[in-house]
């Protein structure tokens, strides 16, 4: 006797698409040919009403209720969610089976290329650039901040935002007719559709984007995964549908989005809460990342659980930051309790003979500000994608005119492979691309082919005079300035009460690779608030 699992699911297209995707997983790991699956659609309140926006819609469950009724009333046997619609608590005789493997957990703003070339040219001057979006989120979060980058060129802009509302395709459309200067979404949805219904999509041609960084933009909680329910009599049974559901749960998406869902919910956690909250783990570290409004005040969160190294915060010694006189010299009036002693060993001198020798579209990754003289001088740029290893040089390329296209800034370079793969961002470009990656002499990478734009030069002098002896903290901007600082003064760089910090991305984990026992921290401000002396 065949057996047939019913799968309820929102009716809208992506919301089918991901039913699709795991309908697919679960035939797959299913060997009974007896048994079967298929979807069921409904119809909920969210789908129906979009022409006001969500907050405005009084109760909660926009998008889930009609699931819940069923799967209470037994009309389906199980659900998927985008897990990000799910409040914190819910149903007593609910189970979470799986929660799936989390993908592209960021915003993206899509914009015309005709807008994108204004805002480079410094064209958008006293008047709005309109948003359509209907999250409170990305009104009080992401749009804030596209303000204060889009204003380098445009010092008049004021970034605006309007309701919008409907399906995916729905939403492209309208921003292709000229109804808004841009909107924000999720990437995740848009990167199913473009695996599994592309012909969905409206034609990209006339588009650009910028994928939001995470440090600055944190998504909704469990923005990019899916949540898969059943009945709690299923679990309390250990019956075969939830064997065969638990074999979708990916448990590090499950424990992170966990933490995520625990502090959304620490600060109200309702539906309309205007409040991102992202977290990564990495090593044996996690990270937390929250920015938004709860009741009229701005609440930003940076850590990193746990600590294994503690300092004490009042031991007086100096601190070491591996930044050159050039870039820190800043740090040593804003942070006066404490003396900070900064890279004078280094020099980094210019290489201008950069080359790039492919043709055609090409993904430029930028590392530092210091490539940006290789960049100018090159004759090679030619509106290919550039993508930067942090927020600060994404700001000094686009107030050079270079139109940015995303920022690895929370954990470097691994975002970028991620990024890499991503079927709907290949839509704009293509395929494949060659990837050329920006950065000093003796640098390394996976992505693509190093085009060297400075190199380290010892500056001879500083070996006499440059006095490390009470030094125990230090922080390093990169694993090369490590090494060659372990090279020329070992007996501090080894005592075993130095404390070695650095940034999330490839130097800690190069430095963790070598053994050295290293603290990771968000940035050097977040490194300096932590040992300022109060």
């Not at 807008?115 to 979006?133: D, M, P, R, V």
Request: positive net charge; contains cysteine; proline residues 5%.
């Amino acid at each position: 006797m065949s057996i047939l699992y019913r799968l309820g699911t929102r009716d809208s297209a992506l919301a089918m698409v991901q039913a699709r995707r795991v309908k697919t997983l679960l035939e797959k790991i299913c060997y009974d040919d007896k048994i079967r699956f298929e979807i069921v659609p409904l119809k909920t309140i969210g789908d129906v009403q979009t022409q006001v926006p969500l907050w405005q819609i009084p109760g909660e469950g926009f998008f889930t209720k009609e699931l819940d009724t069923a799967l209470t009333e037994k009309s389906v046997d199980f659900v998927v969610h985008s897990y990000k619609d799910l409040g914190f608590t819910r149903p007593s005789n609910f189970c979470l089976a799986a929660v799936s493997r989390r993908e592209y957990p960021y915003d993206i703003l899509l914009l015309r290329t005709e807008s994108a070339q204004a805002l480079l040219k410094g064209q958008w001057q006293n008047k709005e650039f309109i948003i359509g979006t209907s999250s409170p989120r990305r009104t009080l979060v992401d749009s804030p901040f596209l303000e204060k980058y889009f204003s380098l060129k445009n010092p008049a802009i004021k970034v605006t935002t309007k309701n919008l509302r409907g399906n995916v395709p729905s939403r492209l459309r309208k921003l292709l007719s000229g109804d808004y200067d841009a909107t924000i979404m999720a990437l995740a949805g848009l990167e199913r559709l473009a695996l599994n219904d592309q012909e969905a999509l409206p034609s990209l041609e006339a588009l650009t984007y910028l994928v939001l960084p995470l440090s600055e933009c944190p998504p909704a909680p469990a923005q990019g995964a899916l949540a898969i329910e059943c009945r709690s009599e299923e679990k309390d049974k250990n019956s075969d549908l939830f064997k065969l559901l638990t074999q979708l749960n990916d448990r590090l998406a499950r424990f992170e989005i966990g933490k995520e869902k625990e502090i959304f919910h620490a600060y109200g956690g309702g539906c309309h809460l205007p409040l991102g909250v992202y977290a990564k783990s990495f090593d044996d570290f996690y990270l937390i990342n929250s920015r938004g409004v709860v009741d009229g005040k701005t609440v930003l969160q940076r850590d990193i659980f746990p600590t294994y190294q503690v300092i004490e915060k009042r031991d007086p010694s100096p601190l070491f930051v591996g930044l050159p006189q050039e870039k820190g010299k800043h740090l040593l009036s804003q942070y006066q309790t404490r003396a900070i002693v900064l890279d004078r060993l280094l020099e980094k001198r210019p290489i201008v003979d950069a080359k790039v020798t492919s043709i055609g579209n090409k993904i430029f990754y930028i590392t530092s500000s210091y490539c940006l003289l290789a960049l100018e001088q090159s004759n090679f740029y030619n509106g290919d994608e550039i993508w930067s290893a942090g927020v600060k040089t994404m700001f000094s390329l686009f107030k050079r005119g270079y139109w940015v296209h995303g920022s690895a800034s929370l954990m470097g370079e691994s975002e970028l492979v991620e990024l890499s793969s991503s079927m709907f961002l290949s839509l704009f470009k293509g395929k494949h691309l060659p990837c050329y990656f920006f950065s000093h002499s003796k640098a390394q990478t996976s992505l693509g082919k190093i085009v060297p734009c400075y190199e380290h030069k010892i500056v001879p002098t500083t070996l006499i005079d440059h006095d490390l002896s009470n030094v125990k903290i230090f922080y390093w901007t990169s694993f090369t300035q490590y090494k060659i600082y372990k090279e020329h003064f070992p007996e501090i760089i080894d005592n075993p009460e130095s404390f070695h910090a650095c940034g999330l991305g490839k130097t800690f984990k190069r430095m963790r690779e070598a053994g050295v026992m290293v603290t990771p921290f968000f940035s050097i401000e977040d490194f300096l608030e932590r040992f300022q002396l109060s």
